[in-house]
């Protein structure tokens, strides 16, 4: 039995990495899927391997900076599906740097890209998980929001502020029947991770070297396993789950 059916997701950064991972994961457990994102193209092929797979998906380009993208993936989800049971805040950036050498600008963009999505997309999803008396939201945090790094500081302070938002939010809807998690990937071997789509010389051999570094079990992730905890969480099996900050990290936050 399909742990999804007849339920709806939305999920952001769906193009690529662990939102793609998760959209065919959630579609494969039976829910319709709507991935948001940028870039149209990568969007299509998420739609494409779906539907060629039996499932159910749509897909809509927006900027999750921006309050109205925001507002219109959600009235899309709902003209489409009808309902929202699963929020996927999955879109994420990373730039490097200390804060002294960080133009406010990069510093702008980490945090609205990281965090303030959040937020939006949450603000008009809410609405119709409380009508329904239902709902479970995810937040693709970091274990560099459990723990610090070097010059990550944008980074660390975008995902750390997930987790709060994620442990606040859960109590403030707990009585509405909405869970609110978030989930603490290590690294995951990802575009991001490799930097600038993959196509850094070397970038593979670095994500290696970089998990065995960090990691207890000296592995990178593979996004399918990110994916696993999502569709968990989007599930009636973790019904009693709310507020948690999950590390899927290898290890790397028990050091």
């Known amino acids: 039995m399909r742990s999804l059916s007849g339920r709806a997701a939305l999920i952001t950064g769906g193009g690529s990495g662990i939102g793609r991972a998760a959209a065919l994961m959630l579609a494969a457990q039976g829910a319709s899927v709507l991935v948001v994102g940028r870039r149209v193209n990568m969007l299509r092929d998420v739609v494409r391997d779906i539907r060629g797979r039996g499932g159910e998906a749509a897909s809509l380009r927006a900027d999750v900076r921006r309050a109205a993208d925001c507002r219109r993936a959600v009235a899309k989800i709902k003209r489409l599906y009808g309902r929202?049971?699963?929020?996927?805040?999955?879109?994420?950036?990373?730039?490097?740097?200390?804060?002294?050498?960080?133009?406010?600008?990069?510093?702008?963009?980490?945090?609205?890209?990281?965090?303030?999505?959040?937020?939006?997309?949450?603000?008009?999803?809410?609405?119709?998980?409380?009508?329904?008396?239902?709902?479970?939201?995810?937040?693709?945090?970091?274990?560099?929001?459990?723990?610090?790094?070097?010059?990550?500081?944008?980074?660390?302070a975008s995902k750390g502020g997930v987790i709060l938002m994620t442990r606040a939010m859960a109590l403030d809807h707990a009585e509405e029947k909405i869970r609110v998690n978030a989930i603490?990937?290590?690294?995951?071997?990802?575009?991001?991770?490799?930097?600038?789509?993959?196509?850094?010389?070397?970038?593979a051999r670095f994500v290696r070297s970089y998990a065995r570094s960090m990691h207890a079990d000296r592995r990178p992730i593979d996004p399918a396993e990110v994916a696993a905890m999502i569709a968990y969480l989007a599930s009636d099996a973790s019904l009693p789950v709310t507020g948690a900050a999950l590390s899927i990290d290898g290890g790397w936050s028990a050091s």
């Open 84 to 156: 929202l049971d699963v929020l996927v805040n999955n879109a994420g950036v990373y730039e490097g740097g200390r804060v002294d050498r960080m133009p406010p600008a990069r510093w702008r963009n980490v945090l609205d890209t990281n965090l303030t999505s959040v937020y939006l997309m949450s603000r008009h999803a809410l609405p119709l998980m409380k009508r329904a008396r239902r709902g479970s939201i995810i937040n693709v945090a970091s274990v560099l929001g459990l723990v610090g790094d070097r010059e990550s500081a944008a980074y660390c």
């Open 184 to 203: 603490c990937p290590g690294v995951v071997d990802t575009a991001m991770a490799r930097g600038t789509e993959a196509r850094t010389p070397g970038a």
